[in-house]
């Protein structure tokens, strides 16, 4: 294999992670005669294509780096972020970008979705110490509680439930966690003075598009009550910026998250079978399941299966950070994606690639309520966040693999 369990080569610099950049910028990066002495050499058995992944990320390490440091020439400050769902998979990826930046963070998550080891984690990669508060967002009193703790000035709200088959079996469950969720989140924001706050959207508000790539101009409509609360609580937002000058948001309409932070540490560990494609391709490549179904092979793409916007989730991380740090009075939504879709069997071919192993496949029927291509025009977060996501879909599905294949049972493999 290109890329065994454990091969895959490390950079100390990344991990544990440096500390929280102000000045640095990516001139001096490049200045500090990359590629750096502390780069241990990828093991006998990797071959130079993980020299070209790691070439690769030094690249999107020095433009992280120059985004902090954009940032940071803008707004010195150092704030106190609440992040509800910070243990789930974007919002852990998330804590670690705000903690890198410098923010202190205290995370509200009640673990229905996550594991307490991702917080330790985020610890181990950062360095720095995190509060954590085990509370459910539809307890209000409980939310409360945390707010009277803490001097939280601004909130990025990853908290929810996202399982679109789930939510059309079980519409009341959803639209309880979700919308009380965020209403209690919203009146103890208000209540203690607390007016910035970044929503988790997601690109299922556009339905089956009319327009390719989508700009955030695009009609919204959506088929599943998932999606439902997605575009309710965006409304609220909406109606609350109108109501009240002191709101601000930025919806962030997120396309297709996949990737592992680096270290291998930190990833997407879904309960039960997985519902979305790079986790279920990534258990085949590990040996946990036998093959994937490929939902329809007779769509209007270029090879006929579906086409989707790969991001990866540390490029998120960072688009949170960008969003936080541009927030102005009013609500705005963002696209986050690349502008560049893949097709299903592409992901299958580039998995194999780079992980080595082979990846059976079936092609079977459609997928109820699914859509042929979703791919973002990511113009207006490039130009109004000065942010872009530059992880190419190799080092993606390689860092995706890193994490798989080192925790195979996700985090719960940790204590053996
Ligand atoms: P996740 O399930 O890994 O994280 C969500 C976290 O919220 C979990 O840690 C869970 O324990 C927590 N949570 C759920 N209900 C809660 C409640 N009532 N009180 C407190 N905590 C609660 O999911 P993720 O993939 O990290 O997604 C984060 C957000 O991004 C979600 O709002 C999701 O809808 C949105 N989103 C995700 C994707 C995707 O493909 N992953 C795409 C678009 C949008
Ligand atoms: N697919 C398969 N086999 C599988 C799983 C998925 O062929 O076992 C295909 C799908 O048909 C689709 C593509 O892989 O063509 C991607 O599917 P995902 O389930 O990974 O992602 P979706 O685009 O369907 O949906 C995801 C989230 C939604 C979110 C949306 C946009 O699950 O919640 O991205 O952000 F709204």
């Given at each position: 294999m290109l890329f065994p369990a454990g091969s895959w080569p490390t950079d100390q610099e990344d991990y544990p992670a440096e500390a929280p950049v102000t000045t640095l910028d990516l001139a001096d990066i490049l200045d500090s005669g990359?590629?750096?002495?502390?780069i241990q050499k990828p093991?006998?058995?990797?071959?130079?294509a993980a020299w070209t992944l790691l070439d690769e990320h030094q690249r999107n390490r020095a433009a992280d780096a120059s985004l902090r440091s954009r940032i940071a020439d803008r707004n010195l400050m150092s704030r106190t972020i609440l992040v509800t769902g910070g243990a789930g998979y974007i919002g852990s990826h998330t804590v670690v970008a705000l903690l890198e930046r410098g923010h202190d963070v205290v995370i509200v998550d009640n673990l229905s979705n996550s594991s307490p080891k991702a917080i330790d984690a985020i610890e181990a990669i950062t360095g720095r110490s995190v509060v954590f508060h085990e509370v459910d967002l539809t307890d209000f009193e409980a939310l409360g509680t945390v707010f009277e703790q803490h001097p939280i000035e601004a909130v990025v709200h990853f908290a929810g439930l996202k399982a679109v088959g789930e939510s059309v079996e079980k519409p009341l469950w959803y639209y309880r966690t979700n919308l009380v969720s965020t209403m209690n989140l919203l009146e103890q924001m208000a209540a203690h003075d607390v007016w910035e706050l970044v929503f988790s959207s997601s690109?299922?508000?556009?339905?089956?598009?009319?327009?390719?790539?989508?700009?955030?101009?695009a009609k919204t409509s959506t088929t599943n009550p998932y999606g439902h609360t997605k575009l309710i609580i965006e409304e609220i937002c909406r109606d609350l910026a109108a109501s009240d000058k002191r709101w601000s948001f930025s919806l962030l309409r997120y396309f297709n998250p996949i990737g592992a932070h680096r270290s291998g540490e930190l990833g997407e560990d879904p309960r039960g079978i997985p519902n979305n494609l790079v986790p279920y391709v990534m258990q085949v490549a590990v040996g946990r399941r036998d093959q994937l179904e490929v939902f329809g092979g007779d769509w209007d793409t270029h090879d006929g299966s579906g086409v989707r916007d790969y991001i990866h989730v540390v490029d998120l991380a960072m688009g949170h950070l960008a969003a936080l740090e541009n927030l102005e009075p009013g609500c705005e939504p963002f696209n986050l994606g690349t502008g560049t879709g893949s097709s299903v069997l592409e992901i299958i071919k580039t998995t194999e690639n780079v992980t080595g192993a082979s990846i059976p496949y079936e092609i079977v029927g459609r997928r109820d309520g699914d859509i042929s291509t979703s791919l973002a025009d990511p113009t207006k977060a490039n130009e109004k966040l000065d942010w872009r996501a530059d992880r190419s879909l190799d080092v993606m599905l390689a860092d995706s693999w890193n994490w798989q294949s080192k925790h195979p049972m996700g985090f719960d493999d940790q204590a053996e």
């Amino acid at each position: 294999m290109l890329f065994p369990a454990g091969s895959w080569p490390t950079d100390q610099e990344d991990y544990p992670a440096e500390a929280p950049v102000t000045t640095l910028d990516l001139a001096d990066i490049l200045d500090s005669g990359l590629p750096n002495p502390t780069i241990q050499k990828p093991k006998a058995d990797t071959t130079s294509a993980a020299w070209t992944l790691l070439d690769e990320h030094q690249r999107n390490r020095a433009a992280d780096a120059s985004l902090r440091s954009r940032i940071a020439d803008r707004n010195l400050m150092s704030r106190t972020i609440l992040v509800t769902g910070g243990a789930g998979y974007i919002g852990s990826h998330t804590v670690v970008a705000l903690l890198e930046r410098g923010h202190d963070v205290v995370i509200v998550d009640n673990l229905s979705n996550s594991s307490p080891k991702a917080i330790d984690a985020i610890e181990a990669i950062t360095g720095r110490s995190v509060v954590f508060h085990e509370v459910d967002l539809t307890d209000f009193e409980a939310l409360g509680t945390v707010f009277e703790q803490h001097p939280i000035e601004a909130v990025v709200h990853f908290a929810g439930l996202k399982a679109v088959g789930e939510s059309v079996e079980k519409p009341l469950w959803y639209y309880r966690t979700n919308l009380v969720s965020t209403m209690n989140l919203l009146e103890q924001m208000a209540a203690h003075d607390v007016w910035e706050l970044v929503f988790s959207s997601s690109a299922t508000v556009y339905g089956d598009p009319e327009v390719l790539p989508i700009p955030e101009t695009a009609k919204t409509s959506t088929t599943n009550p998932y999606g439902h609360t997605k575009l309710i609580i965006e409304e609220i937002c909406r109606d609350l910026a109108a109501s009240d000058k002191r709101w601000s948001f930025s919806l962030l309409r997120y396309f297709n998250p996949i990737g592992a932070h680096r270290s291998g540490e930190l990833g997407e560990d879904p309960r039960g079978i997985p519902n979305n494609l790079v986790p279920y391709v990534m258990q085949v490549a590990v040996g946990r399941r036998d093959q994937l179904e490929v939902f329809g092979g007779d769509w209007d793409t270029h090879d006929g299966s579906g086409v989707r916007d790969y991001i990866h989730v540390v490029d998120l991380a960072m688009g949170h950070l960008a969003a936080l740090e541009n927030l102005e009075p009013g609500c705005e939504p963002f696209n986050l994606g690349t502008g560049t879709g893949s097709s299903v069997l592409e992901i299958i071919k580039t998995t194999e690639n780079v992980t080595g192993a082979s990846i059976p496949y079936e092609i079977v029927g459609r997928r109820d309520g699914d859509i042929s291509t979703s791919l973002a025009d990511p113009t207006k977060a490039n130009e109004k966040l000065d942010w872009r996501a530059d992880r190419s879909l190799d080092v993606m599905l390689a860092d995706s693999w890193n994490w798989q294949s080192k925790h195979p049972m996700g985090f719960d493999d940790q204590a053996e």
